[in-house]
């Protein structure tokens, strides 16, 4: 008997040591009985130093934390879960009962399959997407700032502000009202919020709510079903809240709505749900609002023209882009993008003089962005000469102050050579630049010279500024 039981246990120990698994087993106390020959690799002690060991106290030492036997000691099923040894591996381990006759747990066997490697990997693997999240998110940042929309420059403090802003927002699906003066860009950058999205793929309708007439505007804004009403086509129409599903809808002069829209609006807005006139059919609709107005809608909501929950709704995210004369140090490069533009357009190569320039600085420019490039574009057209001057400009005396040089003529009655008139022509422009840069770098950036050369040319005509370097 005593032979067969020594026999039966060599073949045990065979095979726990030639099964490839880790196995431990232990009685019903939690005192290791077995375990597998090379235990000290998956735990940093050798098997016979196991052997007599209690799970509890392994456990304490953080041989391997937490114990599967002790799990399932408690709960009296098999238990799996991952583990961590004191030689810092993960391993996946996997605890059985054994029981005896009286359905008692007499032993514990324990699986453990080595998996460091593979959770090594998978953190690696998640490491890496995790980067490359962010390198998508600085790259999408990077094109945002490079891509900047063709009519729009971003050279003035007040505009950089306004368009890194953009940026940040574009990125969400917040609601945007922009505010700001008649022909400042507001649609420029409600695209510009548009293509920063997620929802680029997919339209941007845009409606303007000046243009479209009351009667009108429920059914081309919520679309109608056949027979709706007199007139209606025969196939229905889908309104524009639909064609905007997955987009982005953009509301120009969002002021104009009628009350009555203002309250089916919101019920949109809140429900995110559609029904065409003379229907019943409930449609959902999924679309990023982007609102424009030259109003003030808090005073028109006091004045009772405007829903208050509405007005609410709309400013989750106020974008305000200020007035071209509030940033005149965008003139000289609007001027230049214009003039490149319709010069294509027409294939023409006409330029601008100085003194031309000098009075953009000077008119207040009552229609903003829209009036500029207008003007550029009818001056490009309507003009023979290649130069426009000074004197073409529509702008009357009562509008710009009088400029220093308005022909060739000033220029020789000012200065007796070439050399003089030059010298005059650069001292105005750096005088002028000292007025309206706020460092010797702005001015270097925009007149295009080096800082150094700036700085040598103020102190060479005493032109003085506070300024920073």
């Known amino acids: 008997m005593k032979e067969q039981l020594k026999q039966l246990e060599l073949e045990i120990e065979g095979i726990i040591n030639g099964s490839g698994e880790n196995i431990i087993v232990t009685n019903k106390e939690g005192i290791i009985l077995r375990a597998v020959?090379?235990?000290?690799?998956?735990?940093?002690?050798?098997?016979?130093?196991?052997?007599?060991?209690?799970?509890?106290?392994?456990?304490?030492?953080?041989?391997?934390?937490?114990?599967?036997?002790?799990?399932?000691?408690?709960?009296?099923?098999?238990?799996?879960?991952?583990?961590?040894?004191?030689?810092?591996?993960?391993?996946?381990?996997?605890?059985?009962?054994?029981?005896?006759?009286?359905?008692?747990?007499?032993?514990?066997?324990?699986?453990?399959?080595?998996?460091?490697?593979?959770?090594?990997?998978?953190?690696?693997?998640?490491?890496?997407?995790?980067?490359?999240?962010?390198?998508?998110?600085?790259?999408?940042?990077?094109?945002n700032k490079e891509s900047k929309p063709g009519a729009v420059v971003i050279n003035s403090k007040t505009m950089q502000t306004v368009w890194e802003l953009v940026n940040k927002v574009a990125r969400s699906d917040a609601t945007v009202v922009l505010q700001g003066e008649s022909g400042v860009g507001k649609t420029v950058f409600a695209k510009a919020l548009h293509e920063g999205s997620e929802r680029k793929s997919q339209p941007l309708i845009e409606v303007n709510c000046g243009a479209i007439p009351e009667s009108l505007f429920e059914s081309e804004m919520f679309g109608y079903e056949p027979g709706a009403f007199t007139g209606a086509a025969s196939k229905g129409k889908i309104g524009l809240i639909?064609?905007?599903?997955?987009?982005?809808?953009?509301?120009?002069?969002?002021?104009?709505?009628?009350?009555?829209?203002?309250?089916?609006?919101?019920?949109?807005?809140?429900?995110?749900?559609?029904?065409?006139?003379?229907?019943?059919?409930?449609?959902?609709?999924?679309f990023r609002l982007v609102a424009a107005t030259n109003r003030d809608l808090r005073a028109m909501v006091q004045e009772g023209k405007f829903r208050d929950d509405l007005y609410y709704r709309l400013h989750v995210v106020p974008i305000a882009i200020p007035p071209l004369r509030s940033r005149k140090e965008d003139i000289h490069q609007l001027t230049e993008a214009f003039l490149a533009k319709f010069n294509k357009k027409y294939k023409t190569d006409k330029t601008?003089?100085?003194?031309?320039?000098?009075?953009?600085?000077?008119?207040?420019?009552?229609?903003n962005v829209r009036e500029l490039e207008n003007l550029i574009e009818r001056l490009v057209v309507t003009l023979e000469k290649e130069t426009i001057l000074h004197e073409h400009l529509p702008f009357g005396?009562?509008?710009?102050?009088?400029?220093?040089?308005?022909?060739?003529?000033?220029?020789?009655?000012?200065?007796?050579?070439?050399?003089?008139?030059?010298?005059?022509?650069?001292?105005?422009?750096?005088?002028?630049?000292?007025?309206?840069?706020?460092?010797?770098?702005?001015?270097?950036?925009?007149?295009?010279?080096?800082?150094?050369?700036?700085?040598?040319?103020?102190?060479?005509?005493?032109?003085?500024?506070?300024?920073?370097?």
């Open 37 to 143: 020959k090379n235990s000290e690799e998956m735990y940093g002690i050798t098997s016979e130093e196991l052997v007599g060991k209690s799970v509890r106290k392994l456990e304490k030492e953080k041989i391997f934390n937490p114990s599967v036997t002790l799990r399932v000691l408690e709960q009296k099923v098999p238990v799996t879960f991952m583990q961590k040894t004191g030689t810092g591996k993960s391993i996946m381990t996997r605890g059985i009962p054994i029981f005896d006759e009286q359905n008692e747990i007499c032993f514990v066997i324990s699986f453990s399959h080595d998996r460091t490697e593979i959770e090594n990997l998978k953190n690696e693997y998640e490491k890496l997407q995790l980067k490359m999240k962010q390198y998508k998110t600085e790259i999408a940042q990077l094109r």
């Open 242 to 286: 639909e064609l905007a599903d997955e987009g982005t809808l953009f509301l120009d002069e969002v002021g104009e709505l009628p009350l009555s829209i203002q309250v089916k609006l919101l019920k949109v807005l809140q429900e995110k749900k559609v029904t065409r006139m003379g229907g019943n059919q409930i449609r959902k609709v999924d």
């Open 352 to 367: 601008i003089s100085p003194a031309a320039v000098e009075a953009f600085w000077q008119y207040d420019w009552p229609g």
């Open 397 to 469: 005396t009562q509008d710009i102050k009088k400029l220093p040089y308005d022909s060739i003529q000033s220029f020789q009655e000012k200065a007796g050579s070439l050399k003089e008139a030059l010298e005059e022509v650069e001292k105005s422009w750096l005088s002028h630049a000292c007025k309206q840069c706020h460092s010797t770098y702005e001015i270097a950036e925009y007149l295009g010279l080096s800082q150094p050369t700036v700085v040598r040319r103020l102190k060479k005509y005493a032109i003085h500024s506070k300024m920073n370097q």
